[in-house]
C-alpha cells in the first residue's frame, strides 16, 4: 500500500507541477460527447486482513491473514491470444463526458488476490470438529496444512465500479497531449471466490459479495487525438460480509474487509458521439 500512496503522490505532483508550466489554455481534449475505451492490466497489493468464517459447527476468525495478488506470466499466449485476454489481472473502462473534461466512468476492475499458505496467525473463536480443533495450538493456527484451509478469489476479485473523474490537458501539440485525471468510484465486488474449508469440495462461483470504493488519479498520453496510453494509480476499501463457502445453498460463509492498492496500465481509444457545432 505505501507503494500505491507514493505513487498516487507522484502523479498528483505532476499534474500539478505540469499545470503550472501552461501558459495558455488549450482547447479540451475531453469535449463534452467523447467517449473513452480503455483496456488495460494491473498488479494489486492489500493489507492484512481478519477473515471471519461462519457456519455450521463452526464460528472463527483468523487474525491479520497476509495475501498477495498473482500476475500471469507474461507471454503472448496469456495476454494477447483472445480466447485467454481475460485470464490476467485486467482493467476495463467506458468513460463518457458529460461536460467538458468530465467523465462518467464504468469500470471492471479483474484483480486476484490469494491468501498466503505459508504463514501462522491468531486464532479465535470455536469450532466443533475434533480433528480441526487439534490444529490450533495456543491460540494460532498454521495455515501451510491447507486441508485446513485454501481461501482464494483469483476468478477473481471483480470490482464493479461507477465513478466520475475530472481531466485536464496539461500538454497540448498538434500530435501529442498529456492529460491528468483523477476522481472516485464505488460499486459492488462481484468475486468467483475459490474456498476448501475443513476439506470440503471447492467452493468456486461468482457470487455479489460486497461492496468496494476508491480514489484514482492518471496520466493519460495522446497521440493523434485518439489513442491514449495510461498508467494510473488507485487506491481504496473493500468490505466483503457474504462470500460463498460452501457450494450448496447452507448458510456457511465469510467475512473480511481490507484497504486495496493498485497499479494499472494499458491503452485505450477515444472519441466523438456528437458531431462538431
Not at 487474525?63 to 485486467?90: C, E, G, L, M, W
Not at 468467483?192 to 493519460?220: C, P, Q
Amino acid at each position: 500500500m505505501k507503494k500505491i500512496s507514493v505513487l498516487l503522490t507522484f502523479l498528483i505532483g505532476i499534474g500539478f507541477a505540469t499545470a503550472q508550466e501552461v501558459n495558455t489554455k488549450p482547447e479540451p481534449l475531453t469535449k463534452k460527447g467523447q467517449m473513452l475505451i480503455f483496456w488495460g492490466w494491473n498488479r494489486a497489493m492489500f493489507s492484512n486482513s481478519d477473515i471471519h468464517f461462519k457456519g455450521q459447527g463452526y464460528d472463527f476468525v483468523l487474525h491479520k491473514v497476509v495475501a498477495h495478488d498473482r500476475p500471469s506470466d507474461f507471454s503472448y499466449h496469456n495476454y494477447f491470444q483472445p480466447d485467454r485476454i481475460t485470464i490476467p489481472q485486467t482493467n476495463q473502462r467506458f468513460a463518457y463526458f458529460v461536460k467538458d473534461n468530465v467523465a462518467f466512468v464504468i469500470g471492471v476492475d479483474h484483480m486476484k488476490y490469494v491468501m498466503d499458505q505459508d504463514q501462522t496467525v491468531k486464532f479465535s473463536g470455536k469450532i466443533t470438529d475434533p480433528t480441526y480443533v487439534a490444529m490450533v495450538q495456543n491460540g494460532q493456527i498454521d495455515l501451510s496444512d491447507s486441508e485446513f484451509l485454501t481461501f482464494e478469489h483469483t476468478d477473481g476479485l471483480n470490482y464493479i465500479n461507477f465513478g466520475l473523474e475530472k481531466y485536464k490537458n496539461i500538454y497540448n501539440r498538434d500530435k501529442f497531449d498529456i492529460v491528468w485525471s483523477y476522481g472516485a468510484g464505488l460499486g459492488p465486488m462481484f468475486p468467483k471466490s475459490n474456498v476448501k474449508l475443513f476439506g470440503n469440495e471447492r467452493s468456486d462461483r461468482f457470487h455479489v459479495a460486497g461492496i468496494g470504493l476508491d480514489g484514482r488519479t492518471s496520466l493519460n498520453f495522446v497521440f493523434w487525438k485518439h489513442i491514449v496510453a495510461r498508467i494510473e494509480a488507485k487506491g481504496g476499501y473493500i468490505n466483503m460480509f457474504d462470500i460463498k463457502t460452501t457450494l450448496n445453498n447452507k448458510p456457511d460463509k465469510a467475512l473480511q474487509d481490507f484497504a486495496f492498492g493498485q497499479f494499472n496500465f494499458g491503452i485505450g481509444y477515444t472519441f466523438n458521439t456528437r458531431k462538431n457545432n
